[in-house]
């Protein structure tokens, strides 16, 4: 039987809950309910994975990796509102992300990112340097990003691409998963193609969930420490 609190249990973050003494007191709507949705989205994903914790059915399993990968990813969508109103980067809010745009370097105006270096340089090189996109088999961002996509848009390769166990692919963006395991001639031992990084479902979504939160922190650190948390009129 899963148990569950019956109210949300917020995670603790001692520089969200500084940077909210700013936020309280800003002339600015978007950023105190932003800053509010950063924390709201991680307690959904704690919920979720206190569910998956306790969970042995697969689908169950699956349903919850989903639900907690959608709001990890929310709550960096939410923190970029943030850096973009308190900066006052005037990024218009439907294209406002935590990611590099396609184009930046033509359109660095329109680019999260590019414009913080001019805000606050150790931040932006934080970004740069954590949040990587290369590959989803060797940076835990970019894999969180591609099975958030997935989970969204094509959930039938999620469900497919599992193996006995229930291990996540290295790279789910690969639709035929299902291929079989061969022989390595310099290890000699048999290989899942694709599970090479034996990403158990629970290990793999609580190694996401406490990686997003140490993000989440150490932003808000950098802004507290560069800019002195001073109240922007």
């Known amino acids: 039987m899963i148990t569950l609190n019956d109210k949300i249990n917020y995670p603790h973050l001692p520089m969200w809950e500084k940077f909210s003494n700013f936020t309280e007191n800003s ?8 800053h509010t949705t950063v924390r709201t989205r991680l307690a959904f994903a704690k919920m979720h994975l206190t569910i ?9 399993k699956r349903a ?9 990813v929310s709550s960096f969508e939410a923190i970029a509102h943030v850096l973009n109103g308190f900066y006052e980067l005037g990024i218009k809010g439907r294209i406002v992300t935590i990611d590099h745009i396609r184009g930046h370097i033509q359109q660095p105006e329109s680019c999260l990112r590019c414009k913080l270096r001019k805000a606050n340089l150790p931040l932006a090189n934080l970004l740069d340097e954590v949040l990587k996109i290369r590959s989803p ?7 969180l990003i591609e099975f958030r996509h997935q989970a969204l848009h ?8 599992t193996v006995k166990g229930y291990f996540l692919p290295d790279n789910p963006n690969i639709m035929t998963p299902n291929k079989g395991p061969y022989r390595d001639k310099r290890t000699k031992r048999f290989v899942a193609p694709n599970y090479t990084k034996a990403r158990e ?10 990686l997003v939160i140490k993000t989440i922190e150490v932003i808000y650190l950098l802004i507290i420490v560069y800019d002195k948390v001073k109240p922007h009129k």
């Open 201 to 210: 479902i629970k290990k793999f979504t609580e190694a996401l969930y406490t």
């Open 27 to 34: 002339t600015k709507e978007i950023l105190p309910i932003a």
């Open 137 to 143: 088999r060797k940076d835990w961002y970019k894999a």
């Open 64 to 72: 919850m990796f989903e639900d907690v990968t959608i709001n990890l």
């Open 154 to 161: 094509r959930q039938h390769f999620i469900a497919l691409s």
């Open 52 to 60: 998956m914790r306790q969970a042995k059915n697969i689908e169950l």
